[in-house]
């Protein structure tokens, strides 16, 4: 079995300043992957930003990187240089076999 | 946009009636996968179908079910429909089995009055 818990519901930043998403996982699977998604207000679910756990190296997707501690458990999402678009609900995800979703953040850009 | 396409955007309805909710994948994948995203909830997965068979089950009712036509397109199946099934309805869709990235469709609000 597998669980996301994302532990801030609400996050605000200033517009162009730096901000980071927290989220922990548990599963017992050996291979998985770890997600962070965007849902704007248009409810869409925009992929940002993907890390396979075999790969000791975070991934970064331009504004977007995150910090991934594997003994941990822990895969945070930093978004730098925050702009007003960035405004969404942000869900965290591990799939080692199905695709669990975390209860999300919602994150305010503050202009 | 992803590719992936769901029909129609918007369902309103009465309990105790049946709808049902259509996806059509990207071009060239194979798997399909329904979710259902309660207000300001995380998504639940609800079923997967793989090249038109079912491949996995997540926490999906006996009142719904779900199936793959031989041309990719998904149907999701809902009856006997309850107020608490209002929710957002999600498809998406993978190249494979496995840990491929799914990319998902702009959902179905579906409203049970």
């Known amino acids: 079995a597998q669980t996301v818990t994302q532990s801030q519901p609400e996050m605000s930043v200033q517009e162009a300043e730096t901000v980071t998403l927290s989220c922990t996982y548990d599963?017992?699977?050996?291979?998985?992957?770890l997600f962070w998604y965007k849902q704007p207000p248009s409810r869409q679910m925009i992929l940002v930003i993907r890390q396979e756990a075999y790969k000791q190296q975070n991934a970064t997707e331009n504004r977007f990187s995150v910090n991934f501690q594997k003994a941990a458990k822990s895969f945070s999402l930093k978004i730098s240089d925050s702009q007003l678009g960035d405004a969404a609900m942000y869900f965290c995800?591990?799939?080692?076999?199905?695709?669990?979703f975390g209860t999300g953040t919602r994150l305010t850009i503050i202009p | 946009d992803s590719g992936v396409t769901q029909t129609p955007k918007h369902l309103i309805t009465a309990t105790g009636q049946r709808v049902t909710l259509r996806c059509s994948p990207r071009?060239?994948?194979?798997?399909v996968y329904w979710y259902q995203q309660s207000l300001d909830q995380g998504l639940q997965f609800l079923i997967q179908?793989?090249?038109?068979?079912?491949?996995a089950k997540g926490n999906i009712l006996e009142r719904f079910s779900a199936q793959q036509f031989p041309d990719l397109h998904s149907e999701l199946n809902l009856s006997s429909l309850e107020l608490g099934d209002s929710a957002l309805y999600f498809c998406?869709?993978?190249?494979?089995?496995?840990?491929?990235?799914?990319?998902f469709g702009p959902g179905t609000r579906l409203t049970v009055l």
């Open positions: 071009s060239g994948d194979l798997s």
């Open positions: 995800a591990s799939k080692g076999g199905k695709l669990t």
């Open positions: 599963t017992s699977e050996s291979d998985y992957y």
């Open positions: 179908y793989y090249n038109g068979e079912e491949r």
């Open positions: 998406a869709s993978s190249v494979a089995d496995s840990y491929n990235e799914q990319f």
